[in-house]
């Protein structure tokens, strides 16, 4: 059974910086793609990062595209989402998910990839 159990809830200013982080238990971790969605009230789930299994490769939704990173530490079992450069609209809960199959640009947007999901984390921007 695979867990994600995600922390770095918080009320950060508009321009401010935030960090989450998810850890990873019960399966090969450093074999999974890793990605992070967020869902605003009254909105869907939205695609926000993916990383590679190695790391090497990411991407990212457009709109968060150089102000956010995906990293993750394999030895940590863990993902990270920086987020800088925050915005009163990056305000959501955010999730992070786990897939066993390589990163593929064409479908890990999706959350229907993704076969494993964290509890979620509240992140709320003040303008």
């Known amino acids: 059974q695979v867990q994600l159990v995600q922390s770095g809830e918080g009320l950060v200013q508009a321009g401010g910086s935030h960090r989450l982080s998810c850890v990873v238990s019960g399966r090969t971790f450093t074999t999974y793609t890793m990605g992070w969605f967020r869902q605003a009230p009254g909105k869907e789930r939205q695609f926000v990062a993916a990383i590679s299994w190695s790391g090497t490769s990411t991407y990212y939704a457009d709109s968060v595209k150089g102000r956010f990173t995906i990293s993750r530490n394999n030895a940590k079992n863990t993902v990270y989402l920086q987020m800088n450069t925050l915005r009163p609209e990056d305000t959501a809960v955010y999730y992070c998910?786990?897939?066993?199959?390589?990163?593929?640009?064409?479908?890990?947007?999706?959350?229907?990839?993704?076969?494993?999901w964290g509890q979620g984390t509240q992140v709320t921007v003040s303008s």
């Open positions: 998910a786990a897939d066993p199959t390589r990163l593929n640009r064409s479908r890990h947007y999706s959350l229907y990839e993704y076969h494993y």
